[in-house]
Structure formats: C-alpha cells, structure tokens
C-alpha cells in the first residue's frame, strides 16, 4: 500500500526508478530495492508521527548497539514548517509564502509522473528515456531521489535489507563498531 | 534577571567564551537559533544520541541546518548583478548547538607567524586590502595551548617543519593514518613536499571523559555519534556542569539594544514566536561570519565596515582515480595535509611575477578521499551505466584528493549585508553574501593545482581533474558560490576606528560591552581552517573580559 501516491502512480514510478537505476551484475534494479517505497514514504512523510524526516541515532542495530535508526526524530515548529513547504508546497498558505510561492514535491511527482504517462511501464526503453528526458528538471529530481533510496539507510524506506549497500561493498552505517586502526592503515 | 553577558550562537566560539566566563564565575545565557542535538535534554551536561552514520538526515535533508527555506541566504557575485542571483543554501556552517564544530571533521591546525602579518612580511597586492593582524602568533601563543587542550587536539610534535614553536605537547598523539593518505603522503615526500599528520579534533584516545575515534569514517559533515569528535560538545558540558549558564535553543537575537556606547541585552524570537528582551552587562556575538555581520546590520549599527572584506577561502580540488581501492570510508576524513603551498617556493614567486603579482599564497592541503554512496551516485549519469559505475566506483572505491584551503584576500566588495527583500521564515531580512575571487586567488590556483595533480600522478592515478570552489561559469550559476564553509573576515579586527569595526581585544570600537568572538574579526583568511584560531581568539576575547589567563 502507497503512503501517499497510488497505485497507478507507483506503477509509473518503479518503471522509472528501474530506467534510472537498472538492476546491475552485482545487484537489483531500484524498484526491486524498494526506491518507490522511499519516495512514496518521503512523500508522505507527514502520515506518520513523527514524520519520517529524520531517523533517530547513534545506531542501527545492523552493527551492534540499539535498533535506533527507525525512531525518527521530532520535528521543530520551524522544521515542521520547512518540511511541508518542501513537501506540499505552500499552498497559498501565507505563514509558508514569505518569499513567495512554492511548488512542493507532491506536485512535481504528481505532474512529472503523469507526463511520463499510464502507459510508461509498457514502453521500450528508448521511448521511456525520451519521455524522461522531455522533462530533465523531474528526470534530475526522480534521479537524485532514487540514489538516495537505493544507497540511503533502510530506514527510510528504501534500499530493501541492504541491497543497494551490498551491490557496491559499502558497509553502510559502522557504529559502534567502527573500524579498528589496522583496517584503516593496512585494509 | 540580568545575566553577566549573553552570548549569541554556541558554535565553537561562542562555546569557548561560555567556557572561558563561567569557569570565571560570570552567569551566562547562551542563545543558539538552532536545535539542540547535542547534549541530552535531559541533563546538559550529558552528550545526546542524535548523530548517526545517516547520509540522507546529514546530507540530504538539513538535520543540523540551517534548511534553506525557511533560513535562506542570497547571493550575487557583484553589484553589476542586481540585488541577487541566487537564493537558498549558501555557505552555510550548521546550525545548530555546536555549531560549525558538529560537522566539521576536526582539522584544526594553527596559523603560522606569517599569517597575521601579510602586509609588513610580503607588502600589498593590487585591489586588496591586506593588512596585519592587531595581534601576532606570540600573543596567540598560550591561547592556541589552552584551546588545544580544551577542544582536545591529536597531533604529532615536530611533524610540520614549517610551524611554529609550541609551548606545549599535542595533548593527544596523532589517529591512526589513513591507507590512502599514507600513499598520498609518500608520493608528495617524493615529490619534495612535507606531509604531516593534520593536528586533528577527534580524539586518538579516551579524552575528557570521552571514548577514542574508532574510524568510521561518516565524519566530514556529521554529528559524531560517539562524540569522540572535539566540537564544543567539550566546553558546553563543562560550561552547563558550572550551573551559571542556561541554553536558550532555537531562539534568534533579532536585536542588539543599545544606549550610547553601550548594549543593554537582546531582542529574543523564542521557539514558540514569542517576543521579549534579555537584559545582558555584556553581549558576546559569535554566530559566525554571516550570521554575526547581519545581526549587527539587524541591530541598525552603522559602522561602514560591517560586513565588508568576507573571505571564505577558494579552493583548489586536484582528484586523482587509483588502481586500487583507497578505503576512504574508513578513518577520520583527513589524517594527512601540508603546508608547502602556503610557504611558498621559488617556482610560485616565477608564477606571481609572470601573472604581474607581488606574491602568490595557497593553502594547507588536505589528503583526502569519498566515502559516501549517495553523493558518488548523483555524479554519476541515470541510466544503463548507473550500476558498472557504482560497483567499478572511480569515484567513491578508487578515487583519491587534495584539496587546497587556498588564502582569499580581503576585497572591499565582498561583503555580507542584508536582503533588502529575501526575509526569513520568522521575517527578517537575510544575509547576502555578495563574493567573487580576486586575480591572486586564480593565479594561484591555476600555479598549484597542476602540482597537486602530479602528486595524484606519482601515487598511480589513472586519471586526474583539478576543479576549483567557487568554479567557473556566470553568476547565475550555483557554482559561483563558494562551499569551503571557511567563512571569515567581516568585522574586521584593528587599532584604527576608521579601518576597521572591533579592536585588538575583539570589542566594537563604538560599544564599549560588545564582544565579537568569532571568524568574524579576521584580517586575512591564512590558508588553514580558521577553527582553532577563531576559538584561540574566542578565549583570549574573553580571559580580557574576565580578567583572567589562559592556563598553560
């Protein structure tokens, strides 16, 4: 179940994620890795309480200590604010248009998503990178969402048990095991 | 109740200063407009448990701040831009309690002699302001010693042949050194340069009641999550555990009150929006070098200097890709730099007097690798060769760096001043950072950048780039803005009332109780980080006030 986008929506979005970030010799597609579900979840992040801004710390749990990433962080008035012009755009809302009107980012997915159309997941992949490049302003944000979905912790929705991480040998987060000074200077 | 000073901003100076006037028995109140991630809200004088190994809260999405839409910044490269080109994230240190110090990866070299006397030592340069510095590195001298110590700095004694003599041991010996940057070391030594262990603020071991780094490697830009890094988590604890200071987070001074020649206390915005005044004997400002110039424009202080002479350092990024993997996300960011391109050496004044400069100066530069997934990914293009390139990762697995903190001179038209539209989400104007590299800095860095790619060359590089902040391109263009976070210089410190805004001793010539205790009151940049140096002057700012001395 989407947070935020539907069904449909998501269904355009995966085919995108997978054109953006295609599954690898050493690794899944983004889709696979659960970068929809990272964007949906940033999309909606004010569904939950508190919103999914920011994971807790110091840990993750994957390396020792408590599972902490997954208790997020209580957001400011001022942080409220800042995440829901970014979010949901100002609205005409004036407390959120001191310097003018925003466009939020459900709106650049909702637009962006249905400009590359129903039918984008049926498309052959010539045709789906040139309905993407039609718009490189949604291609570049879609991209750099989807990095941070694949490569991002799991926390947050995305990079499914670890797989973006384990495609390219990246440990990920280390606290509190760190690294000990002999794989520092002699790995 | 009037508090013996207020403090504006708990970065690094602002800590220090608390530090310094508590443990003298002043009561402060320290108001930060940031969050408070820092120490436990439940007892101030506990670390907290925020920071994380996390790339999207640090990197991504603002967790230590400023957010850029709610606290924008504007920026123009000259007046001939009109009043802005750009609005939104610009050069901005955290905020945050700590301050810069939260994300900083903790190189904190000392100046040297030379640089706080560029004027008498290698004379002017066309369209800048050089100038000395009101004080030298033998005044500094036992305040760069407390601070070390305070902070807590591992270094190695007699490491750097170009510094300066110490009175004192590093407190702590150097981490253990980097893979990469111990190949990078070696092929400079052949080269005829002079590595050294950078005197680092992450402790080497168990420090201060606080645990040894133990490498892992999420450190440039992050909370440190076993706060084995030195930001001012240090001298906050000790300053709460003195039961004289009270945190005020996210609250902004929107006013200095003044009468006459002096301050009477702060106009505060509290968390909720609510309004009121902070009567204060004194009032130490230390919100960094953007933050500080457009409180005091906010204040209606009218010194023409204010905000005048920003420098932020242009950097100089020579980026090599190895045959081997360099293991830069393992270790503390930096454990190798030198001093060489800031010294200077005969083939640099053949570079100066073929550009027609008096003298050319670099900077300290940085032995450094990338560790982070999501920022090698968003370099590279969308698309088929998205996961060879991640899993070859020329730039993330392989890639090896120096980057040069090159000195920026003071010019007259770089300067911080306020928006006179843009306005914050509480509604006051912001700071505009009005900034474009002078021919010195080019020149230089067109000398050094081939040099350092040559050392990339001598460790086996495959292929190297030299790329400068701020880059090219026009001043529409993001890259215009410089992102060294270095930010210095302006309310410049001095003997004359006429050139320049706070005396020797940090104090505004026109306000008799207002201290300035941060990188604001530098002359010159120098071509180191300008921590430990805004933190030295920090203490020695207010040892003046308190009538105390540093403890040797």
Excluded at chain 1, 141 to 155: D, I, N, R, S, V
Aim: aromatic share 8%.
């Amino acid at each position: 179940m989407p947070v935020w986008l539907t069904d449909q929506e998501v269904g355009v979005l995966a085919a995108a994620c997978d054109r953006v970030i295609p599954a690898g010799d050493t690794g899944p597609g983004a889709s696979e890795a659960g970068v929809p579900g990272y964007i949906d979840g940033l999309l909606g992040a004010f569904t939950f309480d508190p919103p999914r801004i920011w994971a807790g710390g110091p840990t993750s749990g994957r390396m020792g200590g408590d599972a902490r990433f997954a208790h997020f962080h209580r957001l400011s008035v001022l942080d409220e604010l800042a995440w829901r012009i970014r979010i949901e755009g100002s609205r005409g809302i004036p407390e959120r248009e001191f310097n003018g009107p925003v466009i939020g980012l459900q709106e650049q997915y909702r637009n962006g998503l249905a400009a590359l159309g129903e039918d984008f997941g049926e498309l052959d992949g010539d045709e789906q990178d040139a309905r993407l490049r039609a718009d490189p302003e949604f291609a570049t944000l879609l991209y750099g969402h989807a990095c941070e979905g694949m490569y991002g912790a799991p926390e947050y929705g995305g990079n499914r048990d670890g797989a973006g991480w384990a495609a390219i040998g990246f440990a990920g987060d280390v606290q509190p095991r760190g690294w000990t000074d002999a794989e520092v200077t002699a790995p | 109740m009037t508090v013996d000073a207020v403090i504006i901003g708990s970065g690094p100076g602002g800590s220090t200063a608390a530090d310094v006037l508590t443990a003298a028995g002043w009561t402060v109140a320290i108001v930060e407009k940031g969050r408070n991630h820092l120490l436990d809200p439940d007892d101030l004088t506990r670390p907290a448990s925020d920071f994380s190994n996390d790339e999207i809260k640090f990197h991504n999405r603002f967790f230590l701040g400023p957010d850029p839409i709610v606290e924008p910044r504007t920026f123009r490269t000259s007046e001939d831009d009109g009043d802005r080109t750009y609005v939104g994230e610009v050069n901005s240190v955290p905020s945050t309690v700590g301050g810069g110090g939260t994300h900083a990866d903790g190189k904190v070299p000392r100046f040297r002699a030379d640089d706080f006397r560029l004027l008498s030592r290698f004379g002017p340069q066309p369209d800048a302001d050089v100038a000395d510095w009101p004080v030298d590195y033998d005044e500094l001298e036992p305040y760069y010693t407390e601070v070390e110590r305070s902070v807590g700095v591992a270094g190695t004694d007699g490491a750097n042949p170009f510094a300066e003599a110490r009175s004192g041991p590093f407190p702590m010996p150097s981490g253990a050194p980097m893979f990469g940057a111990i190949r990078s070391a070696a092929a400079a030594e052949r080269l005829g340069y002079h590595p050294y262990p950078a005197p680092t603020a992450a402790n080497s071991i168990p420090y201060d009641g606080r645990p040894a780094c133990n490498n892992c490697g999420f450190c440039s830009f992050f909370g440190c999550p076993i706060h084995a890094k030195g930001d001012p988590v240090a001298m906050l604890r000790r300053t709460m555990a003195t039961g004289r200071a009270e945190l005020l987070s996210e609250t902004f001074v929107s006013r200095i009150r003044t009468e006459g020649r002096r301050a009477t206390g702060v106009d505060l915005v509290g968390p909720d929006g609510a309004e009121r005044f902070l009567p204060a004997r004194h009032v130490i400002v230390a919100a960094g070098a953007i933050e500080t110039p457009r409180l005091l424009l906010l204040s209606g202080l009218e010194h023409p200097l204010i905000g005048r002479y920003f420098m932020a350092h242009f950097q100089t990024l020579s980026a090599g890709s190895m045959p081997f993997r360099t293991y830069a996300e393992r270790g503390r960011a930096v454990t190798h730099v030198h001093d060489d391109m800031i010294v200077g050496d005969d083939a640099a004044r053949a570079a100066a007097a073929e550009a027609g400069l008096p003298w050319i100066r670099g900077g300290l530069v940085e032995h450094s690798g990338a560790a982070l997934p999501i920022m090698e990914a968003k370099h590279y293009p969308w698309g088929s060769m998205h996961p060879g390139l991640m899993a070859d990762s020329p730039i993330r697995g392989r890639l090896w760096a120096f980057i040069m903190q090159g000195e920026d001179l003071p010019y007259l038209h770089n300067r911080v001043d306020l928006d006179p539209t843009v306005r914050d989400a509480r509604g006051f104007p912001v700071a505009r950072v009005t900034y474009r590299p002078g021919r010195h800095e080019l020149v230089a860095s067109g000398h050094f950048g081939p040099r350092l790619a040559a050392i990339l060359q001598e460790m086996g590089a495959e292929w190297t780039a030299v790329t400068t902040s701020p880059g090219g391109g026009n001043a529409e263009s993001p890259e215009a803005i410089p992102e060294s976070r270095h930010n210095v210089g302006t309310t410049r410190m001095g003997t004359d009332p006429a050139t320049s805004v706070v005396d020797p001793n940090g104090r505004l010539h026109d306000f008799d109780n207002v201290v300035v205790a941060d990188s604001s009151v530098f002359v010159t940049s120098a071509g180191y980080g300008p921590t430990l140096t805004l933190v030295a002057l920090a203490a020695r700012a207010a040892h003046l006030l308190a009538g105390t001395s540093p403890q040797a």
